[in-house]
């Protein structure tokens, strides 16, 4: 049950790392709010990988051309997906849009049956039906506040998100080496290429995000910084797990948001949230016993 753990930990620093990007997409552009999920992740990624070899040997990764297809492909479609969450932060009805951004769990199920050879049980499917139906309840959607245009940019997170996690476990699976390792080789390798990709985006169009980055420092660090926790939580788990299964039990990351919501922005919680709260424990016990 490795993967639970690593699930729980991602969801938690991802649930940071959205209330941080939220904060700082007040004062950049979306360019800039994704460079701040990688710009301080990449040495602690490092860290990562050189701490895991100094406690266990394994052979160096040896890329091959499998593995940088499917690396490469993750690492491009997780700046765009990133880059469609921050646009839903500037949308009057966000959550709808967050909770529509979460249906990577049950698109992951589909692309995963049609396309990478992979399927799930009954009680699997079960699990993320019930799953998807809690983040739409939580996310306060009717048909009254149904908005097409983030109803769209919603879904297409959802699908980005979906695909990156699907590349990124076939890459993990594509190393050829021992877990946790492969994993991290993942990892180190996606946040270089988003790094260098984006820096130099931001170099030549947005040189002026530079310095709203630079003027919120230590936001963007944090966010670095939860990322980068987030993503060997992730990472991990869907090494060892059907993307699918993960991302159901990731939805306990809403749990999380709320928390912080009560916590730190003060907010109330509803009644319709402790509700959405018990689906979400349905399907994530389903997805486990599974």
Sequence with gaps: ????FFTFLAAFSQAW???LQSKLSKHTSVAGVTLARFLFAGPLAVAYLIMLYHVDKAPILEPNSRFMTYVLSASIMQIIATGLMVVLFKQNNYAIGAGLAKSEAIVAAILGLLFFGSSLSMLGWLGVAIGAVAVLMLSGFTFKTWNAKTAIIGLACGTAFALTSMWVREASIATGLPF?????????TVIGL????LSVYLSCFEKQTWQQLWAHQKLTMLISFASCIGSIGWFSAMSLEHVAYVKTLGQIEVFFMLMISAWWLKEPTKRQDSLGLVLIATAAILVMLT
Excluded: C, E, G
């Design 180 to 188: 946790p390792h492969s994993a991290a080789w993942v990892l180190v």
């Design 194 to 197: 988003q790094t260098l990709f």
């Design 1 to 4: 049950m490795t993967w639970v």
């Design 17 to 19: 790392r959205n209330a």
